[in-house]
């Protein structure tokens, strides 16, 4: 578990006040908010890119500082961002994921099984001798996600990671998510509330606090969204009147055969 004690961070203007928060291994926790909430800037607090004026952070029981911070955060945090493109660095998806763990000393001969295994993670594995610039950009998101996995992370922080692609490619990441949990906590910051679907909990930034549910709690009542100011996607309207109760593997699909049903 990310524990969150009493955290403020300022730039010029304080972003986050004092907030308090847990977030899950095993399970993906949404962060949403306003445009300029403060998604971004806790994504690179909780990833140790930026430290906190004050509070504690605690990464499954080690408290970090400034000592420890980087060392054990690159090991046990992953981050996916929003240009599949930028991510890339050579012209075959192998040099790509290999780059990953020579940067992270992992031995020479760990390193070839470490990329396959992490290639069939995404379902990309006979893409392996590909030229990554001729991908889709949901596979070239996939070839940055299995670099991350290469490296066996705890927590993988996608941050905006879906934003640029289309809906196939949007699909194709969501479709990982659920397998991906098994080993570690998803955290998923986005901006397409339609997106909230694929949420185990949701944490809503708002006026420099956070507000913490579930997505069984979000689909009973999604007046809290609008309290947040923000808007209540369609599909989350659909859910509260088919009155789904299991949503641990809600998806477009899963909402449209029971719309059937009824
Ligand atoms: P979000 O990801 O929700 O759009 P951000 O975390 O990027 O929000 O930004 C939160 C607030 O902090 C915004 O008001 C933004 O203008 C401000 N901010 C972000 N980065 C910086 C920075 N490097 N220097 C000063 N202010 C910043």
């Given amino acids: 578990m990310i524990k969150l004690e009493n955290v403020t961070f300022k730039y010029d203007k304080v972003v986050l006040d004092n907030i308090n928060l847990d977030i899950d291994k095993f399970k993906v926790t949404f962060i949403i908010g306003a445009n300029g909430s403060g998604k971004s800037t806790l994504a690179n607090v909780i990833s140790g890119l930026l430290f ?20 054990i955060i690159r090991k046990k945090i ?11 660095l050579f012209s075959k998806v192998y040099d790509d994921i290999k780059f990953t763990l020579e940067n992270m000393k992992i031995s020479k001969d760990e390193i070839p099984n470490k990329i396959k295994s992490s290639l069939e993670k995404v379902s990309m594995l006979e893409y392996i001798n590909a030229n990554p610039y001729q991908l889709s950009g949901g596979q070239k998101q996939r070839v940055a996600i299995a670099s991350q996995l290469s490296l066996n992370p705890d927590y993988l922080i996608f941050d905006e990671a879906t934003s640029m692609l289309d809906i196939n490619g949007k699909r194709e990441i969501y479709n990982l998510l659920e397998n991906l949990k098994k080993d570690m906590g998803i955290i998923f910051i986005s901006n397409d509330m ?11 930034i708002d006026n420099n606090k956070v507000y913490k549910y579930t997505l069984s709690e979000i689909i009973k009542e999604y007046n809290i969204l609008n309290k947040h100011n923000l808007e209540i996607p369609f599909i989350l309207k659909v859910a509260n009147l088919l009155k789904i109760k299991d949503v641990s593997k809600l998806n477009e699909n899963s909402i449209l055969e029971r719309i059937d049903e009824k």
Avoid: R
């Fill in 52 to 71: 906190p004026n004050s509070g504690k952070i605690y990464l499954d029981d080690i408290e970090l500082n400034k000592k420890t911070n980087n060392k």
């Fill in 78 to 88: 992953g981050m996916v961002f929003q240009n599949p493109s930028n991510q890339i």
């Fill in 194 to 204: 339609s997106e909230l679907i694929y949420a185990d909990n949701i944490v809503i």
